[in-house]
């Protein structure tokens, strides 16, 4: 059985730094086609991706969210990561993790329940 | 970027009833399409992959078509468990791209 489960602060201010960890189990990303995928949704919008990381540490970001971002993964535990820098309001969301690459190579099949990110000063 | 243009924003059907879902993508995504339900407080689901394969354990009354730029969800025979927003994805090129979304309602 395949789980995911995203943590973050909470809340955090303006000009701060987001640090998300992705805890998952039942795959590994030592796993050859394996990856995990960041997105994120404000309240009553949609979903954005943000980032992903294969098993071959490739990684891939959206270039709307410019040099922010930095995603990695602690192959060991189990564990990805994602690093937002410079944080507003409008990067306010739920952020979700996902595992990629089953049943096929880009698609995202498992998503964690999320977790709520809130930017206020 | 890839755009992905959602349509209807929302829809209200009636139990039993057929309904279309349809994404059109701004250039040719050669089937690289997904189709997740989303419930209210949950995360998504995935439902439909490489536009027209059924995920594992999903209801055989959701179906996924379509080619090129357009493609279209089908469920047969609503159910009062398929109420939700469901969203298209294009995972063919990067950054990967949603559709804003559908809220289906009964009717």
């Known amino acids: 059985q395949v789980t995911l489960k995203e943590s973050g602060p909470g809340i955090l201010q303006p000009s701060q730094t987001l640090s998300l960890t992705c805890t998952f189990s039942?795959?590994?990303?030592?796993?050859?086609?394996?990856?995990v995928g960041w997105i994120r949704q404000p309240s009553g919008k949609g979903l954005e991706w943000l980032a992903n990381i294969w098993w071959d540490d490739d990684k891939y970001y959206n270039p709307s969210l410019k040099n922010r971002l930095t995603i990695s993964k602690d192959t060991s535990n189990n564990q990805a990561f994602l690093k937002i820098t410079n944080v507003d309001t409008a990067d306010t969301a739920t952020y979700y993790c996902?595992?990629?690459?089953?049943?096929?190579?880009?698609?995202?099949?498992?998503w964690g329940q999320g977790a709520s990110v809130t930017v206020s000063s | 970027d890839i755009q992905m243009t959602q349509s209807p924003a929302s829809l209200s059907a009636s139990l039993g009833e057929t309904v279309t879902i349809e994404c059109r993508a701004s250039e040719d995504i050669y089937n690289g399409l997904a189709w997740y339900q989303q419930k209210p407080g949950k995360s998504p689901q995935l439902l439909i992959y490489n536009a027209n394969s059924l995920h594992t354990g999903v209801p055989s009354r959701f179906s996924g078509s379509g080619s090129g730029t357009q493609y279209s969800l089908k469920i047969n025979s609503l159910q009062s468990e398929d109420v939700a927003s469901y969203f298209c994805?294009?995972?063919?090129?990067?950054?990967?791209?949603f559709g804003a979304g559908t809220k289906l309602e009964l009717k």
């Open positions: 994805q294009q995972y063919y090129n990067y950054p990967y791209t």
């Open positions: 996902a595992r990629m690459g089953y049943p096929g190579p880009y698609v995202m099949d498992a």
């Open positions: 039942g795959f590994s990303l030592s796993t050859y086609g394996m990856g």
